[in-house]
């Protein structure tokens, strides 16, 4: 019964964070995102079926995105990195939204950074992309 539970929080979990993302998508793609799916990395401190729902629904949302294989590989990857840190953090309730911000920062960062660096209208410097990012 349990597994069961887990299986559909997760999966209900991965498609909210998908359908935010995707429904949202002029705010949700691109070189300054603003993902108000990013409101569910913190229930990894309510369920750990979070871990692999945050982490699919990011896959989903970034096949989606079309920034190619780096941003669905290694932005899902920080997606799930993110959701285990704030697991871990369970006990110190106000550490949880800290590993989103700062994994996402780093991680999308650096893959929007260079995503959009041949592009003359969008370059940004890397550390104000990093710094945009740990918003959304």
Do not use: H
């Amino acid at each position: 019964m349990k597994s069961t539970k887990f299986l559909v929080q997760a999966a209900l979990i991965a498609a909210i964070y998908a359908v935010l993302t995707i429904s949202l998508a002029p705010f949700s793609y691109g070189i300054m995102q603003v993902r108000i799916s990013e409101a569910l990395t913190v229930l990894p401190f309510f369920t750990p079926a979070a871990i692999p729902g945050l982490f699919i629904g990011c896959l989903i949302a970034n096949i989606y995105g079309g920034l190619g294989i780096i941003d669905i590989v290694f932005g899902s990857l920080a997606t799930l990195i993110a959701a285990v840190l704030s697991y871990l953090l369970r006990k110190q309730k106000f550490l949880v939204p800290i590993p989103p911000i700062i994994v996402n920062a780093v991680v999308v960062g650096i893959i929007l950074y260079y995503a959009f660096i041949n592009d003359p209208d969008l370059k940004a410097p890397l550390l104000v992309i990093m710094g945009w990012d740990s918003q959304g």
